[in-house]
């Protein structure tokens, strides 16, 4: 339902930027002579948008509205074309056939995993340890991937992008885990990911959207703590996002 409610969003937002743009493009065109648009004064910048509502329903303007939306939705689907769980198992599995190290979360530590810990505990330890094959167990099995820890007060996600598991924090979110949930200091896994200059997992949560415009207790978005760290390649990869983010789309973080 998620994915469904983003994707109507990004329709919606679609359509409004069609319906004002595509006017203007075709009275420009119009104005040219590079295309022929009958009933239309191509020399009154107004009479481009009903000129262009009346005509919405012939070819050439349904597939000047869907066409290029269609596209951008394929370009989408490749981009995050699924990793299969067995793929992603054999990936890992060597870091499984070994004594995973524990390391520690600031500002606080989680407690070690025992065998009668509940699923949601050992999926933050999974998510530290960066333990692909147990993530996706544990996920299969329905456990909450948006819970906090009780120690730390941090998601999985959150933990797996602090300790710049980045196959893991892509996992959580195909799940359904929260991109952009906060902690008591309002960091999100963008902001943790970024200051512990952990590159691989700043992409792929910008990949699925996290909100870079967010900022923290102290008033920093991610992008002026990785500034502030000097971690030039985190700071490389979120300009380059930005400058390549579709203006209109930042209006889908609300």
């Known amino acids: 339902m998620k994915r469904i409610g983003k994707e109507l969003k990004y329709l919606v937002l679609w359509l409004f930027a069609s319906f004002m743009m595509l006017p203007v493009l075709f009275w420009w065109l119009a104005g040219r002579g590079i295309v022929a648009l009958p009933g239309m004064d191509a020399v009154s910048f107004m009479a481009a948008y009903p000129h262009f509502f009346r005509h919405l329903h012939e070819p050439l303007m349904l597939a000047a509205t869907i066409l290029p939306y269609v596209m ?14 067995p793929a992603l198992r054999a990936e890992h599995e060597p870091a499984r056939a070994k004594p995973a190290e524990v390391h520690r979360i600031k500002p606080a530590r989680v407690g070690k995993v ?106 920093q978005t991610a992008l002026q703590l ?26 889908a973080h609300g």
């Open 72 to 85: 951008f939705v394929g370009a989408r689907l490749l981009q995050e074309q699924t990793v299969t769980a």
């Open 226 to 251: 990785a500034q502030l760290h000097g971690h030039a390649a985190v700071v490389r990869i979120m300009e380059d996002h930005a400058s390549r983010e579709w203006p209109y789309l930042r209006l």
């Open 114 to 219: 025992t065998d009668s810990a509940a699923p949601e505990q050992s999926l933050h330890q999974a998510a530290m340890r960066g333990d692909a094959g147990l993530t996706l167990q544990l996920l299969e099995q329905g456990a909450d991937f948006n819970a906090a820890d009780p120690a730390s007060g941090y998601t999985p996600l959150q933990i797996a992008a602090l300790q710049g598991h980045a196959a893991i924090c892509d996992a959580l979110i195909r799940y359904g885990a929260a991109v952009d949930a906060m902690t008591a200091r309002h960091e999100t896994a963008l902001h943790l990911a970024a200051q512990s200059a952990h590159a691989d997992a700043v992409s792929t949560l910008l990949k699925y959207r996290a909100n870079t415009d967010v900022r923290n207790s102290s008033g």
